[in-house]
């Protein structure tokens, strides 16, 4: 079976600063990765997926992803956030797309 | 332009008073998910139907049932809803023409159990 772990909880960041959402996944076979955001009260939007080929992986709203197979990880990164990226951010993974495994989620606020 | 709609929004009951939850999609998808999300938690997968095929997950309790009577809807039955069942419930939806096809989600709906 699957697992993800997210390493940050929360994440406080001032407005137009970077931001690094860590996540590390484990699996035994080839895996799909994914970052969600949920906004209060909302379900969850895909920022980003990752599915083959380049292991650098670019998705809406200005956030990107890099795969990294030896270490196991699919860390999610912005290099200007804004007030509105405020939100809980799920890296989730999925080894045949029937199963998806969610993390436990990172709060990230952005502050001005 | 809604996609996966999710009726009600926001869902009062009380304890033991069986509640539906209902779902429904335009995207003509034939899978279809429910999740529970506990505050502050990752959503948690309680069951889905590959069409008409029901698949339960080993520890969603047996509290829980559900109906997907077409395409378009499926529902989510609480029979005996107690405090520990207050939570945001998604629903999702996959299409099954690739396996790499993402889930789209609904907005949810947050259940209270008084």
């Known amino acids: 079976a699957q697992s993800v772990t997210q390493l940050d909880s929360q994440v406080p960041v001032f407005e137009e600063a970077p931001v690094e959402l860590r996540c590390n996944y484990s699996?035994?076979?080839?895996?799909?990765l994914f970052w969600y955001v949920q906004y209060p009260n909302q379900g969850l939007q895909l920022l980003l997926k990752y599915l083959s080929g380049s292991t650098l992986v670019k998705g809406i709203n200005g956030f990107e992803a890099e795969f990294n197979k030896s270490q196991t990880s699919f860390h999610l990164r912005k290099p200007s956030v804004h007030i509105s990226d405020t939100a809980e951010y799920f890296c989730?993974?999925?080894?045949?797309?029937?199963?998806?495994?969610f993390g436990a989620g990172t709060r990230l606020t952005v502050k001005p | 332009d809604a996609m996966v709609i999710q009726n009600p929004r926001y869902q009062v009951t009380q304890f033991g008073k069986p509640v539906t939850l209902s779902c429904s999609q335009t995207?003509?998808?034939?899978?279809m998910y429910w999740y529970q999300q506990k505050s502050s938690q990752a959503p948690k997968l309680l069951f889905h139907y590959y069409d008409k095929d029901f698949n339960n997950e080993a520890d969603t309790p047996d509290n829980f049932q559900s109906r997907r009577p077409n395409t378009s809807f499926c529902f989510l039955d609480i029979r005996s809803p107690g405090l520990g069942d207050a939570a945001m419930y998604l629903c999702?939806?996959?299409?099954?023409?690739?396996?790499?096809?993402?889930?789209?989600f609904g907005p949810g709906t947050r259940l209270t159990v008084l």
């Open positions: 699996s035994s076979v080839s895996v799909y």
């Open positions: 995207l003509n998808h034939n899978v």
């Open positions: 989730a993974v999925s080894a045949n797309n029937n199963d998806m495994r």
């Open positions: 999702a939806t996959r299409s099954r023409r690739a396996p790499t096809d993402t889930q789209y």
